[in-house]
């Protein structure tokens, strides 16, 4: 069986110590996935990736936006797979976020495996957030104070991304980072809570991590910043 294999661009302490300029363009991201969540240039709003095209999710007014990316759109940090489902579920009844990350954990088969997550369903309430664009002299923790939300009810549409072991928080967030999409593209952003009514959840377990640097990231003093705040969560 061919390994189940996720590639990251950067790392997310990278990311919040500052390295906020796009380095790989999304052409050469998609190379390596179809499934994925990130940032773009400038952390300029939320990358998602389905079915192998990017979209980026961004909110500086009244109401949020989706738009499809092109090839030559820079990210500084993503992370993408070949999604391959291990476990999939059918959810008949209405849970809340919680509830129904404790049900796919107990899938799990160990606490060291990162996993890819696709949700593909119909959501009571789905509440989500669009980092906004910022230039690296800015702290992220100042960035993401200001950061738009934004709730939408009784829609459809796909939360896909991965859940991180603890060992690894740093390289990602410990636990679940996830995205959403609406099926008409015109809602979504990074997930913070959610209702879901019904749908199918998919789980797969990554065999293998692939992770790449942008080359601003050999110069970047991250020990100073991020083990002071180890335990900072995104």
């Not at 961004?58 to 030559?72: L, W």
């Not at 799990?108 to 789905?126: C, P, T, V």
């Not at 960035?143 to 690894?168: C, D, K, M």
């Not at 809602?187 to 879901?196: M, N, P, Q």
Request: glycine share 8%; aromatic share 10%; net charge negative.
């Amino acid at each position: 069986m061919e390994a189940n294999k996720l590639f990251q661009y950067n790392t997310l302490g990278a990311l919040m110590a500052g390295l906020y300029e796009g380095s790989l363009t999304i052409g050469e991201l998609l190379q390596h996935g179809d499934l994925g969540i990130g940032t773009l240039d400038a952390i300029d709003g939320e990358l998602i990736i389905l079915d192998g095209k990017a979209y980026q999710a961004k909110g500086s007014g009244k109401e949020p936006e989706v738009i499809e990316v092109s090839s030559d759109v820079k990210v500084p940090y993503a992370a993408v797979i070949f999604h391959q489902a291990e476990v999939i579920f059918k959810q008949r009844f209405e849970m809340t976020h919680k509830e129904l990350q404790a049900r796919i954990e107990s899938y799990y088969d160990g606490e060291n495996l990162f996993r890819s997550i696709k949700i593909h369903g119909h959501f009571a309430q789905m509440h989500v957030r669009m980092i906004p664009k910022s230039s690296s002299d800015r702290k992220f923790a100042d960035v993401a104070s200001h950061q738009p939300e934004f709730t939408r009810e009784n829609i459809t549409g796909t939360i896909l991304g991965f859940w991180t072991p603890e060992i690894f928080h740093g390289v990602s967030v410990a636990g679940y980072h996830l995205h959403f999409i609406s099926d008409d593209h015109r809602f979504g952003g990074h997930v913070l809570d959610y209702v879901i009514t019904q749908g199918t959840v998919e789980v797969g377990a990554v065999d293998q991590l692939d992770q790449r640097f942008p080359v601003q990231y050999l110069l970047l003093p991250l020990c100073q910043i991020q083990c002071q705040r180890s335990k900072r969560r995104y």
